[in-house]
Nanobody, 115 residues
Framework: QVQLVESGGGLVQPGGSLRLSCAVS????????FGWYRQVPGKQRGMVAR???????TYADSVKGRFTITRDNAENTVYLQMRQLKPEDTAVYYC?????????WGRGTQVTVSS
């Protein structure tokens, strides 16, 4: 069982920045695939960013150029740096991983972008 714990969410004004962290319960060196997803009430959870290996990244069109996903194998942590935040980025953000064919999710962290 892989446990994922997100942190770093909160209230931020439009144009501001936040960095989300996903602490992983085991050594992530051998885990290839991590992602961040988000969900708003009444809508499906959607992919925000994924990182495969150390450097191969994919982003949703709505966040390209504003969000950056990275991983720190030494800290067993995956990050999502979010800049130029917009009200439409408001959502619960979830960390995700895939290991040995099983998917794992964190409990999520709320991000609210509002003036």
């Amino acid at each position: 069982q892989v446990q994922l714990v997100e942190s770093g969410g909160g209230l931020v004004q439009p144009g501001g920045s936040l960095r989300l962290s996903c602490a992983v319960s085991e050594n992530i060196f051998s885990i290839n695939d991590f992602g961040w997803y988000r969900q708003v009430p009444g809508k499906q959870r959607g992919m925000v960013a994924r990182i495969i290996g150390s450097y191969s990244t994919t982003y949703a069109d709505s966040v390209k150029g504003r969000f950056t996903i990275t991983r720190d194998n030494a800290e067993n942590t995956v990050y999502l740096q979010m800049r130029q935040l917009k009200p439409e980025d408001t959502a619960v953000y979830y960390c995700w991983t895939l290991k040995n064919g099983a998917t794992y999710w964190g409990r999520g962290t709320q991000v609210t972008v509002s003036s």
